[in-house]
């Protein structure tokens, strides 16, 4: 797949995405945010993992001392930036498996709405780089969806593919719990034992928890 949202769904593309959700995927995204927000204290130093134009950033950084938002579009961050114009925080191009950030430098990690899945390359490594530059005690937050969420996540997509933002849905190889399109975007769902098998990978037990009916949570703490 490479990394489809730097070559193709980035900048305006991605925002449009998000633009023609319908109200009950808008529930699910604002739920989302609202998890993570519930986790961030004033004085907490936050990191997110695929930001894109910076939807997340825009709750985020009101709210915490200080927010960094990595991305590996940079149409993606170029929008960000001019979206989120003023706000306490920084953009950075940096791929989500290979941080240039120092151990411990934040309290908070987020890699939301099913960004583990989707940013194509090993889980294990992103995992791994999420725990090694958040302090001791400080909370990686992981998101994938629901199970039961399943006909509206597949209703998004289907807008988003009529819309040319995304390629036709492959039919055949689209199943409950994986999108696959004709050209080549693929997103699976990380189930309660995957995520409890990237935690035992690196050493550590998972707090899974669902949001919304929407989300699955997976928080890990170093």
């Excluded at 990191?47 to 134009?53: D, I, R």
């Excluded at 583990?116 to 490594?125: A, N, T």
């Excluded at 509206?152 to 999108?179: K, N």
Aim: aromatic residues 8%; contains cysteine; proline residues 5%.
């Amino acid at each position: 797949m490479g990394d489809y949202y730097a070559s193709r769904l980035s900048g305006e593309r991605l925002r449009r995405c998000y633009d023609l959700a319908p109200p009950r995927v808008r529930q699910y995204l604002d739920a989302e945010v609202q998890h993570v927000s519930s986790k961030v204290k004033a004085w907490h130093r936050v990191l997110e993992l695929g930001c894109g134009y910076g939807r997340v950033l825009a709750e985020l950084a009101p709210r915490a001392s200080h927010v960094v938002g990595i991305d590996t579009s940079p149409d993606s961050l170029l929008l960000a930036g001019r979206l989120l114009n003023g706000l306490r925080m920084d953009l950075c191009l940096m791929s989500a498996a290979c941080l240039a950030f120092a151990r411990h430098t934040f309290d908070v990690v987020a890699c939301i709405q099913n960004g583990i899945s989707v940013f194509g390359v090993d889980p294990v490594r992103v995992v791994r780089e999420a725990v090694r530059v958040t302090r001791p005690g400080g909370r990686v937050l992981l998101s994938s969806y629901s199970d039961t969420f399943w006909p509206q996540r597949l209703e998004w997509f289907e807008l988003q593919a009529r819309e040319g933002l995304v390629g036709e849905l492959d039919r055949e190889r689209t199943t409950r719990g994986t999108i696959v399109c004709k050209d080549g975007f693929q997103a699976n769902t990380l189930t309660p034992e995957a995520f409890g098998s990237l935690a035992r990978e690196i050493g550590l037990r998972p707090r899974l928890e669902e949001v919304d009916g929407s989300s699955l949570f997976c928080e890990l703490s170093p």
